[in-house]
């Protein structure tokens, strides 16, 4: 049986936008402990994409995770000795925190040279609606729209 709810943990705005969602962006972004080098990948790869576009990079990366944001999931639930598929809905703080790590599982596994330049790009394939973490959101919802028939053992 589950005790209790784990304590909130309370993440501070970065300096730059005053923004919480950038702070977890660079804190999932980060390896090791090296939060200044994930810092400066996120603030370059959106001076990249201001660069590139010459829109507000801030609101290209915004865009970017609404667009990721998955509203349903599937979740596995035995059911009588067989494991369904049951598509649920997600919390909003969920859909944040998987666009987040799409989105940069999508920029790791690109082919550009640096990690900058791979993220930047991935923001803007997201901000556009295609590219990888798009991708897996969509595929997400094909999933949940096929098992919609187990809907009903919802919990």
């Known amino acids: 049986m589950r005790r209790r709810r784990a304590p909130e943990r309370i993440i501070e705005p970065d300096p730059k936008y005053n923004s919480v969602l950038v702070s977890k962006f660079i804190n999932n ?67 944040i925190s998987l666009a987040i790590k799409w989105i940069i599982q999508a920029a ?15 923001l803007l394939d997201a901000y556009k609606g295609v590219g990888n973490a798009v991708k897996i959101k969509e595929n997400t919802h094909k999933m949940a729209e096929a098992n919609r028939v187990f809907a009903h053992y919802r919990w």
């Not at 790791?108 to 991935?122: C, D, G, H, V």
């Open 108 to 122: 790791r596994n690109r082919s550009e040279r640096t990690m900058i330049e791979r993220l930047a790009n991935e």
């Open 29 to 95: 972004l980060m390896w090791d402990g090296k939060k200044t080098v994930a810092s400066k990948i996120f603030y370059k790869a959106l001076e990249l994409i201001q660069k590139k576009t010459g829109e507000d990079g801030y609101q290209v990366f915004l865009k970017a995770i609404e667009n990721v944001k998955p509203e349903i999931e599937v979740r596995a639930r035995r059911v009588g000795g067989a494991t369904y598929q049951v598509p649920v809905e997600i919390r909003p703080k969920r859909q």
